[in-house]
């Protein structure tokens, strides 16, 4: 096993654990009457995360690894982790409103609004420059954008419409 493929098989099951957690908030937050928006883009969000692994895993799996921009990989999962504790029960992969429920703006939210999107952005350009794929970087931050327009601007409007944090 090369250490890219050991590095990508990490952030797999990271983001397959992930999924996990994020369906079990999303079933407890819908019993607490949350409302999901925006349910059309998300198996598209879901299909170019998808296709960034596996595009991660056949051209990377077996390229030398850049030992900085591998540390500021890892700097991210350390602020990934930030959001999700900040977030705690209420941090999801869909757009879930919790009506009623306060804004949280604790942790990173203190300091932006979105701050899962700016990690998430700066991982898909991350990982794949440090795998030596700048094209892979810079297709899938590209794509990422455009998800994040739709995406931004359905979790905006929600919030005007329902109130309530998206979680």
């Known amino acids: 096993m090369t250490i890219a493929s050991f590095i990508l098989a990490l952030v797999t099951m990271q983001r397959l654990g992930e999924l996990v957690l994020a369906r079990h908030n999303t ?3 819908r019993a607490r009457g949350a409302i999901e928006v925006g349910a059309g883009h998300y198996p598209l969000l879901v299909s170019m995360h998808g296709a960034w692994l596996i595009s991660l895993w056949v051209l990377g ?10 540390l500021a990989f890892i700097m991210l999962q350390a602020m990934r982790w930030w959001v999700l504790s900040t977030l705690g029960p209420r941090w999801t992969t869909r757009i879930i409103v919790l009506p009623g429920a306060p804004l949280v703006t604790g942790g990173p939210y203190r300091y932006m609004s979105h701050p899962n999107y700016a990690v998430v952005t700066a ?9 030596h794929l700048p094209w892979l970087a810079l ?19 929600a919030l005007g419409e329902i109130g309530g944090r998206v979680a």
């Open 61 to 70: 799996h077996d390229q030398p690894v850049d030992p900085f921009l591998l």
């Open 123 to 131: 991982e898909i350009a991350v990982l794949p420059l440090a795998l």
């Open 139 to 157: 297709i899938f931050t590209l794509l990422n954008a455009a998800m994040l327009a739709i995406r931004i601007r359905a979790e905006q409007q």
């Open 27 to 29: 079933s407890r937050l």
